[in-house]
């Protein structure tokens, strides 16, 4: 996917997350006041009942008592308000009830359950007036003046800070035959009812909706993140991968220039330098002095045409890189011969080997190309270490891989030429071609296997070379 495409498309999820999870929060938001709107429906729904019962019980146990027994309601007489007082409390006993209150239709309160309100006509709302002039109830749902609107969704109301206000048309049937529903209006009920518990609940199931709705936008927000970041982290891979790939096919393109150019050229010289290093070396056996000053002329030429005569031969073992014969190799074999090839230069240098290679680890193979590896890898680890020092030569089957490990004593690797000691023409040497590493990591890929340079923990350089087994 393109760079700009895919930062579209992050984008673009990223865009698809939020607006999930705020349209979550919206419809949580939604349906929990949707559900607080059918409770207390459901509540005024219940206090209609209630005053409907109370209007019935007051007008069959007390209004038509009183006028039989007193011919008419007067509730100065203590009697009768002891009466009216009893029926209400047996109706609106455990009903949660602050206050209830009887207005006449001037306004004024003939019954309440504060004593102190009877007689008072400053006390009357616009819904009594209302309920007087129309003859249909209304209901109210208000909160004390002292408890903050947003309070309720941090702390829960607490008895009597929330009320619903009932104001109810109070009718008498005209004779003792008709429905009291549709009576002579006769006063206003109005009703202070506590509904904190029932608030309460609106409240709780409100927060259950809210976070239920929030949890599930919240999770599905954690499994598209997840997938995106799984894509980022894919995409960043594949993006590592592709520069690698670029860059190597540019670093192909541009070796195999070069090494048609340098392979044409080494074939032309190789002949005539081939002359030179032997005819040098005839007029050396000739001269017999090496001390002398054409000898030691002689020997110069010798030993920089024999030198110049490998440079060529790395150039074109490069440029020109030999298929591998595919025959059955053993690993021990392969290694005891670099060895005892290197031996003198040990010695030489004071390098102890210590070996620990199983026999009998076998790979198909070249055995001269994988001698070749080897004996680089080797001749590299001693010339790191250019003195005294130990050498590790470690060989052993994981699984279908044979592993084999060269530890060397040296100063190991600087972690700033790490990246680059594979590279061709890359070297540290002051007479080198870079071209050794090279060659060798080429032996290596063309049987399947791999080289892995890096620094040993417990000090020094090490080479690791996984081939495939037989």
């Known amino acids: 996917m393109p760079s700009s495409s895919y930062s579209t498309a992050k984008y673009l999820s990223w865009g698809s997350l939020a607006l999930t999870f705020l349209a979550g929060l919206a419809l949580s938001i939604v349906i929990a006041n949707q559900a607080r709107q059918t409770l207390l429906a459901k509540q005024q729904e219940f206090g209609l009942l209630l005053a409907q019962n109370l209007n019935h019980q007051i007008y069959r146990r007390f209004i038509l008592p009183t006028l039989v027994g007193f011919g008419r309601v007067e509730l100065r007489d203590a009697t009768q308000y002891e009466r009216l007082e009893s ?251 670099v060895l005892v090839f290197l031996e003198h230069e040990c010695r030489k240098c004071e390098v102890q080997v210590e070996r620990q290679v199983e026999r009998g680890l076998m790979l198909s193979g070249d055995k001269d190309l994988l001698y070749r590896a080897f004996y680089n890898i080797v001749s590299n680890g001693l010339q790191a270490m250019a003195g005294p020092g130990t050498l590790f030569v470690q060989a052993s089957r994981r699984g279908e891989t044979l592993e084999t490990v060269i530890r060397d004593t040296g100063p190991g690797i600087d972690a700033a030429i790490a990246d680059k000691l594979l590279d061709p023409f890359f070297t540290t040497k002051d007479h080198g071609t870079g071209l050794g590493l090279a060659i060798t990591n080429g032996i290596i890929q063309s049987h399947g296997g791999e080289l892995r340079l890096e620094n040993a923990p417990e000090g020094g350089a090490r080479a690791v070379v996984l081939l495939p087994a037989a």
Do not use: C
Request: net charge neutral; hydrophobic share 40%; glycine share 6%.
């Open 87 to 337: 029926v209400i409390n047996s109706t609106i006993h455990g009903l949660n009830m602050l206050e209830l209150r009887i207005y006449d239709l001037d306004g004024v309160i003939s019954y309440s359950t504060e004593a102190e309100h009877v007689g008072r006509q400053d006390l009357m709302t616009q819904d009594v007036r209302r309920v007087a002039d129309r003859g249909e109830p209304i209901f109210a749902v208000g909160k004390r003046e002292d408890v903050p609107i947003w309070s309720e969704w941090i702390m829960p109301p607490k008895p009597g800070q929330v009320v619903m206000k009932m104001t109810y048309p109070l009718r008498v049937a005209t004779d003792l035959g008709d429905d009291v529903h549709n009576g002579t209006l006769v006063g206003v009920l109005e009703i202070y009812q506590d509904i904190a518990g029932v608030y309460k609940t609106v409240i709780r199931f409100q927060w259950i909706i809210i976070l239920n709705s929030l949890g599930i936008s919240l999770l599905l927000f954690l499994v598209l993140l997840m997938l995106i970041r799984r894509v980022d982290k894919i995409s960043a891979q594949r993006l590592q991968e592709t520069q690698r790939l670029e860059r190597q096919l540019h670093q192909n393109e541009k070796l195999a220039s070069m090494g048609r150019m340098v392979a044409s050229i080494a074939h032309e010289i190789r002949n005539p330098l081939g002359i030179i290093r032997s005819s040098a070396e005839l007029l050396l056996k000739k001269q017999g002095d090496e001390n002398s000053l054409h000898g030691r002329i002689l020997k110069a030429i010798f030993d920089e045409s024999r030198r110049l005569s490998q440079i060529v031969s790395d150039f074109l073992d490069y440029a020109r890189p030999k298929a591998p014969r595919q025959e059955p190799v053993e690993l021990a074999t392969v290694l005891d011969q």
